[in-house]
């Protein structure tokens, strides 16, 4: 039962460009979101984070969107760079319980 | 500043064998969780432990067990391996009761 959904396995965008990648999930109770950022042969690193209270979180180049009345959130990257190339995952937790992760979506930004 | 160092890098195991994975959480947490990560998918939660007891679980049999130390390190054991027990098992850290978890890169282990 895959809670958290990442539809798009693979993404391409032109350098400097926005890279959007969305996210769906089906439990009404989670509260708080991840997004983490993982390249190969390292684990994944976290990258920014809402809580189900806001729409909207900012963190440099990255902004994470919020749509409870969709269970949906999407990851903006602007301008994206090559070194932005990776697997994005999402996940998502209720209540301080475990995260459910998403199958990821990997990234290519072209020079 | 260290961050989530675990061991080792690789592993391989026969069938029915007993594998312990170890795990150094980043300095100053003292929370660790554990996943698994299967060929195309994303990491899927075993349990965490906080103050040496395991606090939460994920859909794990038994033979996936742990244990905390006081320096707050942790091991994950799993017995009788499975074919299917081949992936990417990640230890992740955090402060207890904070969202954010730092991963370490992994042991990647493959059952045959």
């Known amino acids: 039962d895959q809670q958290v959904k990442q539809n798009s396995p693979s993404l391409s965008v032109q350098e400097g460009r926005i890279s959007i990648l969305n996210c769906d999930y089906t439990?009404?109770?989670?509260?708080?979101f991840l997004w983490y950022k993982k390249y190969p042969a390292e684990g994944p690193t976290f990258l920014i984070s809402?809580?189900?209270?806001?729409d909207k979180n900012e963190d440099g180049r990255f902004t994470v969107f919020l749509n409870k009345s969709a269970k949906h959130l999407s990851l903006h990257i602007v301008p994206s760079q090559p070194g932005d190339s990776a697997v994005y995952f999402c996940?998502?937790?209720?209540?301080?319980?475990?995260?459910?992760f998403g199958t990821g979506t990997s990234l290519t930004v072209i020079p | 500043d260290a961050g989530v160092t675990q061991s080792p890098t690789h592993l391989i195991k026969t069938r029915g064998q007993q594998v312990t994975l170890r795990c150094s959480p980043k300095?100053?947490?003292?929370?660790v969780s554990w996943y698994q990560q299967a060929l195309g998918q994303g990491p899927q939660f075993i349990f965490q432990?906080?103050?040496?007891?395991?606090?939460q679980r994920g859909n794990f049999p038994d033979r996936f067990s742990g244990h905390q130390f006081p320096n707050y390190s942790s091991e994950l054991n799993v017995n009788a391996l499975l074919l299917g027990d081949s992936a990417l098992y990640l230890c992740?850290?955090?402060?207890?009761?904070?969202?954010?978890?730092?991963f370490g890169p992994g042991t990647r282990l493959t059952v045959t």
């Open positions: 809402i809580s189900s209270i806001k």
């Open positions: 992740a850290s955090s402060l207890f009761r904070v969202r954010e978890q730092y």
């Open positions: 432990y906080y103050e040496e007891e395991e606090r």
């Open positions: 439990n009404s109770m989670f509260d708080y």
């Open positions: 300095s100053g947490h003292d929370t």
């Open positions: 996940a998502a937790s209720a209540l301080g319980n475990q995260f459910y």
